[in-house]
């Protein structure tokens, strides 16, 4: 196989690849009903003036499937904390006892799933949409290769356009994972 078509199809699989990536990221903070330290994943908390991830300045537990709780290593750090999930806007109403803060995790109602379950279809499709853009700039690029025969370019061709099918394939099986998780009661 052609040097450059190699590197082309490598970089549209990386694309790709980066896509289901993300999505798997996305889908760790939309939330299905039980309590989960990932969920206060996206919090970012001002420590020092540096915006610094929740995780690196506290312990994040689920001490059962309805609560979290955040231990901070520095008790200064509480009101910063509290603040940091309110700004994260992720639904919660965090408690803090002067030691710990502890957030309870509400059952979700019927209206929530169908909501996060839009939120999860959303996300699935962006996903799409940039495995799309890989295949595009893939095929893009096969067709101005110059020094390659029409054969060549067509096998390439066909190759992205299986690889896209794939991580398409793999996107929809994803995202019927988590609305499964999401739906059930």
Do not use: C
């Amino acid at each position: 196989m052609n040097e450059d078509i190699k590197f082309i199809l490598d970089t549209a699989k990386e694309a790709m690849d980066a896509a289901i990536k993300h999505l798997e990221k996305q889908f760790v903070n939309i939330r299905a009903g039980k309590a989960s330290p990932a969920m206060l994943g996206s919090v970012m908390v001002d420590y020092y003036g540096t915006q610094t991830p929740l995780n690196q300045v506290a312990n994040v537990n689920t001490p059962d499937g309805r609560t979290i709780t955040v231990q901070p290593w520095e008790k200064s750090m509480l009101q910063e904390i509290e603040r940091g999930i309110m700004v994260a806007n992720l639904g919660f109403n965090p408690m803090n006892n002067g030691e710990t803060i502890i957030i309870n995790v509400p059952p979700l109602t019927e209206e929530r799933r169908k909501e996060l379950s839009k939120q999860a279809k959303a996300e699935a499709e962006d996903a799409k949409v940039g495995v799309r853009n890989a295949r595009k700039e893939a095929m893009h690029d096969i067709k101005n290769l110059d020094d390659v025969s029409e054969d060549l370019q067509g096998n390439a061709e066909i190759d992205v356009q299986q690889m896209t099918d794939n991580h398409v394939k793999r996107i929809d099986e994803i995202f019927e994972v988590k609305e499964n998780e999401i739906m059930t009661v």
